[in-house]
């Protein structure tokens, strides 16, 4: 159902009102933070059959008049225009779309799109009864802008536009055809199946976040440490009996979100939140990788103002909030940006170079200037309205190859008859230096599964202009090496050592993401060898050497707390796995290794250069030992970790070290706390005069069974 005509609700008028009421009182935290000048609905939005219309909320929408803004505050103007042609309206969104306005006295709304074939264009809905031809649209520009004010709208209030075009059709059925769309610069939408768009004003909400705004700006992404938590919303946690959000499918509201992962995640140590997309979406089990609306958070969880609220919370709580964000496919939905106006102006027109065949998803035309407006200015929205601090841009690969997951003759080559897609790459350096110009305190993250050059490398160098890339090399080479038995791995030690000699060819992020835990693939630790005791075991050997390796850090939300099951995205977290003493334990090593983490330099500040490694063996093959440092910035701390990849006690294991003195045992994966067998040092060994390798003084120690070990000279 698109909400294209009146549909009968079930619940009473006077319920309705009863309902909304109870929710406002008990989410007051989140209506405080709204600006008091204007007053607006409940910032909690009821799962209703219809959408709440504001004459039948208790509060109304009230706008002061020195804010109140007036139609020339959304006039396209000939240098708009302009821009716009040229693809470099960077900020579209403030005048397309539909902004509350009044005019000549009148509130209302002025809506302004783009649909360059469009004959004639109607703003429909339910204060027209969906009618064409009631509220048109006049063209404003040849280059196919339109734009209207309709009086009387107000904020609350569904939409769609209704397009008339000639392409593609005999001229005698052209008078009749209408294609019904959302706004595609909406701010927000009805909750799924319903999809039309609908009035929103995101401009009230009083952010209480400055200080960490002030703060990023003098942090640098490089030398800080970035610990990141990814989560899928939809199904961290359920509640079906949520009396403050009722829904039949258990969702949070994101006010609610923000208070219970906030808690988790402040707990556990992380520094950051990843989301996967929270951008409107029509299809649950997409994720939200299929987005319809690019301006829109997802009405699921409530409304922008609850979103808002979510990020300040994080804010406030010290968390950093990262975006997924999709530019590389759109879905073929046709109430969204497929065939807009009758053609496919927002993508190519030809399915080898527009058609993802994987997904069942159109790709975005890279080189129309329109829609370089359209995918900048969103990227820009959510980090100026929104406060992101950095986006992550989904499926990169597929944009930067003409022939990503085609065979012969599904695709065409460049004009240099190559598979590069030479649009997509100017979009991506156009798009980077524009985030930079605007927000250069923010982060650009690539999730990029090739060895394309340079992709976290400054446009000025030749690169693409991410700040960071996720290290999918990384990723496949250690979790095969580790579901490999322990008896095998002497075999595959390349495997594990190979991503030294890249690591620093990029600024990479070490993803174990979704990707990894879902469709067959087993959760993290099922992919673990042996019995349940090797499983765990294997597991905090496995995340001690993630951390220990160059890179920032990325876990998703199933990691700690050892999930036996995949990841679904129609089922809550497993949560309750927590009352078990060895996920408990491995929770608590988790939160233990996630803060020696922050609290040790050496571990984050030069995860980008050589500098900050050095490797101290890496030829015992035979045994499956490795044994590495990590060196902070200013060369005052080392820290030296040793991995036993083999269930086999090491006694009296010789490792060389830089400097004389006691090594202190600063943390130990095999201890009785996290579920190991309690085999370690005794707190640290005293260096002797033995020279080892290249190193003057070395150390004997003792390795427990499928374990990484830290030390740190005392001073």
Known sequence: ??????????????????????????????????????????????????????????????????????????????????????????????????????????????????????????????????????????????????????????????????????????????????KRKIDPYAFRSELRPKNASVVHNINKYKWNDSDWLEKRKSHTFKNSPINIYELHLGSWKRNYDNNDFPNEWGYLNYGQLAHEIVDYVKKMGYTHIELMPVMEHPLDISWGYQVTHYFAPSSRFGLPEDFMYFVDHCHQNGIGVILDWVPAHFPADEHGLAFFDGKQIYGYESWKKGFHKDW???????????????????????????????????????????????????????????????????????????????????????????????????????????????????????????????????????????????????????????DEVVHGKKSLLEKMPGDSWQKFAN??????????????????????????????????????????????????????????????????????????????????????ILSFYRISKDKKQILLFTLNMTPAVRYDYLFGVPEAGFWKEIFNSDAETYGGSGIGNMGGVKSELVEYKNWKHSIKVTLPPLAVNVYEREK
């Not at 404003?140 to 392409?167: M, Q, R």
Request: aromatic residues 14%; negative net charge; glycine residues 6%.
């Open 1 to 178: 159902m698109s909400g294209d005509k009146d549909l009968n609700t079930s619940v009473e008028l006077s319920k309705i009102k009863s309902i909304i009421e109870e929710a406002a009182k008990r989410h007051k935290s989140i209506e405080e933070n709204l600006d008091p000048s204007l007053k607006t609905e409940p910032v909690i939005q009821k799962q209703f059959e219809e959408t709440p219309k504001e004459e039948e909320l208790p509060i109304t929408i009230q706008v002061s008049d020195e804010t109140t803004p007036k139609p020339d505050d959304f006039e396209i103007t000939d240098f708009d225009l302009h821009l716009f042609q040229n693809g470099t309206y960077y900020k579209v969104f403030e005048k397309f779309g539909a902004h509350l306005c009044t005019k000549g006295g009148v509130s209302g709304v002025q809506f302004t799109t783009w649909a360059p074939n469009a004959n004639s264009i109607s703003v429909i809905g339910e204060f027209n009864g969906w009618q064409e031809g009631l509220n048109e649209m006049e063209k404003i520009h040849e280059g196919g802008v339109w734009s209207c004010f309709v009086p009387n709208l107000k904020a609350g209030d569904t939409y769609k536009y209704s397009i008339n075009s000639n392409v593609d059709l005999p001229v005698p059925q052209a008078g009749n055809q209408y």
């Open 360 to 514: 069942n998803t159109y790709i975005f035309d890279y080189g129309r200037p329109q829609v370089q407006n359209f995918l900048i200015s969103s990227a820009l929205f959510w980090l100026e309205k929104y406060h992101a601090d950095g986006l992550r841009v989904d499926a990169v690969a597929s944009m930067l190859y003409l022939d990503y997951s085609r065979e012969h003759g599904e695709w065409e080559p460049n004009i240099h008859g190559g598979r590069e897609n030479l649009e997509a790459i100017e979009f991506l350096k156009h798009l980077n230096d524009v985030v930079h110009k605007y927000h250069p305190d923010t982060m650009m993250i690539a999730e990029e599964s090739t060895a394309w050059p340079g992709v976290s490398h400054p446009v000025t160098e030749g690169g693409l202009g991410f700040d960071m890339k996720w290290n999918m090399g990384w990723m496949n080479d250690m979790l095969l090496y580790f579901s490999k038995d322990p008896v095998h791995r002497k075999y595959h030690q390349g495997k594990i050592t190979f991503s030294l000699w890249y690591a620093f060819s990029e600024n990479f992020v070490l993803p174990v993401s979704h």
């Open 539 to 624: 597991l905090r050997l496995f995340l001690g050497f993630m951390f220990g390796h160059p890179g920032k850090k990325l876990n998703f939300m199933t990691t700690d707390i050892a999930q036996y099951n995949e990841w679904n995205s129609e089922t809550p977290l497993e949560l309750n796995l927590l009352e078990l003493d060895m996920n408990k334990m491995l929770n608590l090593y988790v939160k233990d290794l996630n803060n020696l983490y922050s609290s040790h330099p050496a571990f984050y500040e030069v995860d980008f250069g050589h500098d900050g490694f050095h490797w101290v063996d890496f030829s015992d093959a035979a045994s499956s």
